[in-house]
């Protein structure tokens, strides 16, 4: 073989190699801008699925119709106790939520006198944010059931009710109006026949929803969320922990000076029952 042939099969085999090399390149380029893509397509998607979700959750809603009594933007807060109590209790609860019930269970004597004696007005909001997470209605059903007790004059008797019978968090009992009709026979003059078609006919279900959307709209996550003066004493405030006689201490420091409020016939209280 001659030298020019040598070296024109060197150059040839320079050339093959030198192709090959670039032919790899353009094929790890190529990897990377599909993987890239892919990246980008998944961000994208998540930031698509974010701003859908926050669009629902932002999406304002004004019932047709609310409870008696209700006051606030869309009236969606349910007072209990005296208006021009010097100081507000804000609740946010849940009626399936199991932390709402140990709250009531240790708080419910101590707010029901606070609000007795005109110290406090409670402001309830009751949210249904449960039944998204397990499944199930009893959350929206047992939030319109307290709404159709406002109607009455008897929330915070049928709200007791359901809390001291409130079944376990995957339970759906609420979920079945012919519950929170049997539990309203608890409070005395509720189970009538209005009652009974407004639980049935679910007629505060817009109502229901408008302030779920409330709730997730604001800076809280979780129930119970209770506030004095608008400032979160639950589970602590600032260094002390919630306790009934922390709570009746907090409330007549902050009542301090202030007269209390207009006193007027204790709202109904039902009779506590066994289970």
């Known amino acids: 073989m001659s030298e020019k042939n040598r070296e024109g099969k060197r150059t040839a085999r320079e050339r093959m190699l030198a192709e090959r090399a670039e032919d790899e390149a353009r094929g790890r380029r ?99 944010f449960i039944d998204r997470a397990v499944g199930g209605k009893g959350s929206k059903y047992g939030a319109n059931a307290l709404g159709c007790a406002q109607d009455a004059g008897k929330f915070r008797a049928y709200h007791d009710v359901l809390y001291r019978n409130q079944p376990q968090e995957t339970d759906d009992a609420f979920g079945k109006t012919s519950t929170l009709i049997e539990l309203a026979k608890q409070v005395p003059g509720l189970d009538t026949p209005e009652f009974e078609a407004c639980v049935n006919d679910n007629k505060y279900g817009g109502w229901v929803s408008a302030v779920q959307q409330d709730f997730d709209k604001s800076s809280y996550k979780s129930t119970p969320t209770v506030l004095l003066n608008g400032q979160p004493i639950y589970p602590k405030s600032g260094n002390e922990e919630i306790t009934p006689a922390n709570l009746t201490k907090w409330v007549d420091a902050a009542n301090q000076g202030k007269q209390p409020g207009t006193a007027s016939a204790p709202a109904p209280t039902a009779t506590p029952t066994a289970g």
């Open 30 to 128: 190529k990897k990377k801008l599909i993987v890239g893509g892919v990246a980008l397509a998944v961000i994208a998607a998540a930031v698509v699925t974010g701003v859908v979700v926050q669009n629902e959750r932002s999406k304002p809603e004004t019932p047709t119709a609310a409870p008696a009594g209700t006051i606030g933007d869309k009236n969606l807060v349910i007072p209990v106790g005296a208006p021009d109590a010097p100081s507000t209790l804000t609740v946010y609860e849940d009626p399936r939520c199991p932390a709402c019930a140990i709250f009531e269970k240790e708080f419910a004597e101590t707010i029901d006198q606070l609000e007795d004696q005109g110290k406090i007005v409670g402001n309830y909001h009751i949210v249904s």
